[in-house]
């Protein structure tokens, strides 16, 4: 039975470079594979690029409001006309930035469709509140795997710390794409570090949650 994975991890835990890793094991045995991303992950427009400098362009972006199984479909068309192929995994970056409906497809696609479907993602926003696609997705894949990296203390990272000009900040927007709002990018330097729970109580206070 096909099934929905989901493949999570704080930020520089390798994400990208596992799906492209997945992708070309697939290609290798001589299967087909669609690559996908939201749209409101800008960075890198049409492209899923990891930290080793490998990029591969997607096959299709998804809206807010799309149905992706319907992206799917077409996309199934498409192969079997150029290639006469069937789809033999979907693979999914930036998971978290879905809705839960488009989640709830994912999973209709691998029980209804027969095809394996895996996300990759974060679980939490820099607040440690869950994205709304990485929580339905937590509540429904058939697998959860959790992909590690370290803290700067060495130990294992669970939170993302957003720093604004060299400063660790807790409120503002959940989502800052490319590192930053429209209006951060103009007048502020945004960027993320992975955190144990350690050192994000320290830098925010004993604070958890907003």
Known sequence: MAKLYFRYGAMNSGKSTS??????????????????????DTKGADQIESRLGVTRTVDFVIEHDDD??????????RLA??????????????????????????????????????????RTDFRTEAFPGSRRLLEIAHSLEELKTICRCGRKALFNGRVID?????????VAIDAATAAERDEHFVTYESLCGTCYLEESGGVLAP
């Open 166 to 174: 060299g400063r660790f900040v807790f409120d503002g927007d959940q």
């Open 68 to 77: 992706v199984r319907e992206l799917l479909d077409r996309q199934r068309e």
């Open 81 to 122: 006309a150029e290639a006469g192929a069937e789809v033999a995994c979907l693979l999914l970056d930036e998971a978290q930035f879905l809705t839960p409906a488009q989640v709830d497809s994912l999973f209709r696609i691998t029980v209804e469709d027969g095809i394996p479907v895996i996300a990759y993602g974060i």
């Open 19 to 40: 799906l492209l890793q997945a992708a070309y094991n697939y290609e290798e045995r001589g299967q087909h594979v669609l690559l996908a991303k939201p749209a409101i």
